[in-house]
């Protein structure tokens, strides 16, 4: 399996606080990107990054950050959570169109 | 715009039987095509990939694809299916926007229940 880790893996937080998923890997891929998943709508692209310090959004980034200081590294924030962010995120990492994307475990997000 | 269509939202199966499951994309180029399963609880495992060359590809755990220009389809088979097969399966296509060449948009996905 590719080298991925979240964490937290869950996490239950009050709405108005601000939450930060990180997301590892050990692969050296170039591109990394975060995911949330929701019953019925499947994944959706919440934002990307092609390389340190580039990043671009995704089909659902509004209320959404992030960051890519190193490779290895792609934080996710959300600068005020609300209930509509209670979701499951996934992190994916990939080394081009051809190859596919890797998936790490998720994190359960749970906004109250 | 770039679509995936998943027509099958759940679908039953008995244990030994073959599966099929359905999609379909809409996508102007030569698309790369992939499918996904995900366990309960658990992140989305490649299961194979179809960018160029033989229509009919290979995957893990016996699953296998068919590339269909003519239908806009990319279909998953399995010829037994095995109790450890439930779970649920996502088609994508990959797409180049910005700066990434390896976007992928999903299907929404369909749950796959085994019976005894």
């Known amino acids: 399996d590719a080298g991925i880790t979240q964490s937290p893996r869950h996490k239950v937080t009050e709405t108005g606080t601000p939450v930060t998923l990180r997301c590892h890997q050990t692969?050296?891929?170039?591109?990394m990107y975060w995911y949330r998943q929701d019953p019925g709508h499947g994944l959706r692209l919440i934002h990307y990054?092609?390389?340190?310090?580039?990043?671009d959004k995704g089909e659902v980034s509004d209320g959404y950050s992030v960051s890519r200081s190193k490779t290895e590294d792609f934080l996710l924030t959300l600068e005020s959570a609300t209930s509509s962010q209670t979701s499951v995120y996934f992190c994916?990492?990939?080394?081009?169109?051809?190859?596919?994307?890797?998936f790490g475990p998720g994190t359960r997000l749970t906004v109250t | 715009a770039q679509s995936v269509t998943q027509p099958d939202i759940h679908i039953t199966v008995s244990e030994g039987a073959s599966l099929e499951l359905r999609c379909n994309y809409s996508?102007?180029?030569?698309?790369?095509l992939f499918w996904y399963v995900q366990s309960p609880g658990q992140g989305l495992q490649l299961l194979l990939k179809?960018?160029?060359?033989?229509?009919l590809v290979q995957g893990i755990k016996g699953f296998e694809a068919e590339f269909k220009r003519s239908q806009s389809s990319f279909n998953l088979r399995k010829p037994s299916v095995h109790w450890s097969d439930a779970a649920e399966y996502f088609c994508?296509?990959?797409?180049?926007?910005?700066?990434?060449?390896?976007?992928?948009?999903f299907g929404k996905g369909t749950k796959l229940s085994v019976k005894p």
């Open positions: 994916a990492i990939s080394e081009g169109a051809k190859t596919g994307q890797y």
């Open positions: 692969e050296n891929h170039r591109y």
């Open positions: 990054s092609y390389g340190v310090k580039d990043t």
């Open positions: 996508y102007g180029a030569t698309p790369y």
């Open positions: 179809y960018f160029s060359g033989d229509t």
């Open positions: 994508a296509v990959g797409v180049n926007y910005g700066g990434s060449q390896g976007n992928l948009i």
